[in-house]
């Protein structure tokens, strides 16, 4: 059974710019979550997409946004990069996502976006 | 105060002793509790899940939920050079603001031969 792949593994962009990364989940699971880590926070939560709509998000400003397509695909994108910015992105999928019984989340690898 | 509070380490160990990680927290309303262990420049991997209250066991690991104090642990038997990785608690809930994953900021381990 296939894990959750995310692509690409690794980014560098330039101050200004917008980024999307890609998530694709395991095999019929709905739920999509998307998390940032740094050293210094931790993983946060950014957003949760669940039959394609996102149902919870973070605190984390309208410069990241996201969507989930038909086939529970997601997207996340961030709009005007700032050096902060620089983070793990980590997407997490889930049967019926943290508001449901079946909760185990299981992550992609990640891509490590940099910021300069 | 942050919901969930983890000793961030490093704990350093020799191979083969018993390893206790701990996380606490502070909302009564998480019912599903996770352990992660993420190796460097990876994505963490599910190690335990468990609701509610009490014990699960899988192999070398040993899941604890304590509700009543608000305490959850995470128990490693015999632990490998293999196991050096940082563990992370992971909690959810139903309730508002407890919908998404929580997650502890980790505990590095370091297993040495």
């Known amino acids: 059974k296939a894990g959750v792949t995310q692509t690409p593994r690794y980014l560098i962009k330039t101050r200004g710019q917008q980024v999307t990364l890609s998530c694709s989940p395991i095999s019929g699971h709905r739920s999509v979550s998307w998390y940032q880590q740094t050293p210094g926070q931790g993983l946060q939560f950014l957003f949760e997409?669940?039959?394609?709509?996102?149902?919870n998000k973070g605190n984390f400003p309208g410069r990241f946004s996201g969507r989930q397509f038909s086939n529970s695909r997601s997207e996340m994108n961030v709009s005007t990069l700032e050096l902060g910015d620089s983070a793990l992105y980590l997407c997490?999928?889930?049967?019926?996502?943290?508001?449901?019984?079946?909760?185990?989340?299981?992550f992609g690898q990640g891509t490590r976006l940099t910021v300069v | 105060q942050k919901e969930v509070e983890q000793d961030p380490g490093p704990l350093s160990v020799p191979e083969g002793a018993i390893v206790s990680l701990n996380c606490t927290y502070s909302n009564s309303a998480f019912q599903y509790f996770m352990w992660y262990r993420q190796y460097s420049r990876k994505g963490p991997e599910l190690l335990m899940y468990t609701y509610s209250s009490g014990n699960k066991e899988d192999g070398r690991f040993t899941a604890q939920v304590d509700k009543s104090s608000k305490y959850i642990s995470l128990f490693i038997r015999d632990s490998q050079p293999s196991d050096s990785a940082t563990y992370l608690c992971?909690?959810?809930?139903?309730?508002?603001?407890?919908?998404?994953?929580?997650f502890g900021t980790g505990t590095r381990l370091q297993v040495f031969p």
């Open positions: 997409y669940f039959s394609e709509t996102q149902r």
């Open positions: 997490a999928s889930s049967l019926e996502g943290t508001a449901g019984m079946n909760t185990e989340a299981f």
């Open positions: 992971a909690m959810s809930g139903r309730s508002y603001n407890t919908d998404k994953l929580i």
